[in-house]
């Protein structure tokens, strides 16, 4: 076995062991291998090793990446890529025409712009908001630090809710969020735990509105998240090694 794969299993053994700690299911939790910067060849030993969930942040890597792998693979290879970065509005296309889900849609004006692309090449994407729950400054998102409590947060949130529901092209299908760095544990689960009950309460307050999806954790905190409820965690370094 290779030590990419003996990664894999690792990390596949301790996403199920964290989920079997809350009674969850380990099948209801996706890993995607956060492929970024790393080139085409240990993504196809990622797909060898058994992975199919990737995760770009360069909208210009995932053009790149994806039609190079369809060249090697097929296009019918079952690999769903995600996109997990920040979009400049001038590459939002790029996200259009490559990503089967986008997780970090962190403004109205990139859900209107891809409104619009998806319409123009037929496509359909799937998306989840970015939520900024810990209020860390370095941190994008939508404002969501003081939810439970701030009506304007909680009609902000609502309103962009129902207008991505709107869209067409776009479907909402959750949250995202990302915790602080080298923070007790504690305050990483709070993190996890109110975004996934922000999640709850949108349902509640924007009728029809399914957020079930919660892209929470990474290699450092994937455990906690799962323990929370995420149903994705984005894994990289803990697959792949340090990057180059």
């Given at each position: 076995m290779s030590e990419l794969q003996e990664r894999y299993q690792d990390v596949l053994e301790k996403m199920a062991q964290a989920a079997q700690r809350v009674g969850r299911q380990p099948e209801d939790v996706t890993l995607v291998a956060v492929t970024k910067t790393w080139p085409l060849e240990v993504l196809l030993a990622a797909y060898d090793a058994g992975m199919r969930h990737f995760g770009e942040n360069r909208p210009e890597e995932l053009a790149a990446k994806r039609p190079a792998l369809e060249a090697e693979l097929g296009a019918d290879n079952g690999i769903v890529w995600h996109f997990i970065g920040t979009v400049q509005s001038r590459k939002s296309s790029l996200i259009a025409d490559y990503a089967d889900v986008f997780h970090a849609l962190d403004r109205m004006k990139i859900a209107n712009r891809l409104a619009q692309q998806l319409g123009e090449n037929g496509r359909f994407l799937p998306v989840l908001l970015e939520v900024n729950v810990s209020g860390e400054g370095s941190k994008s998102g939508f404002s969501a630090v003081a939810w439970e409590t701030d009506a304007t947060q909680q009609a902000e949130l609502r309103t962009v809710a129902e207008t991505i529901n709107n869209l067409a092209g776009l479907q909402l299908g959750g949250l995202m969020t990302m915790a602080p760095w080298d923070a007790p544990e504690a305050e990483i689960r709070q993190v996890f735990r109110r975004t996934r009950e922000l999640a709850?309460?949108?349902?509640?307050?924007?009728?029809?509105?399914?957020?079930?999806?919660?892209?929470?954790?990474?290699?450092?905190?994937?455990?906690?998240?799962?323990?929370?409820?995420?149903?994705?965690v984005r894994v990289g370094r803990a697959l792949f090694g340090s990057r180059y």
């Open positions: 709850q309460w949108l349902e509640t307050a924007v009728p029809g509105t399914n957020l079930a999806q919660l892209s929470m954790g990474m290699t450092d905190d994937y455990q906690i998240a799962i323990e929370e409820g995420a149903t994705h």
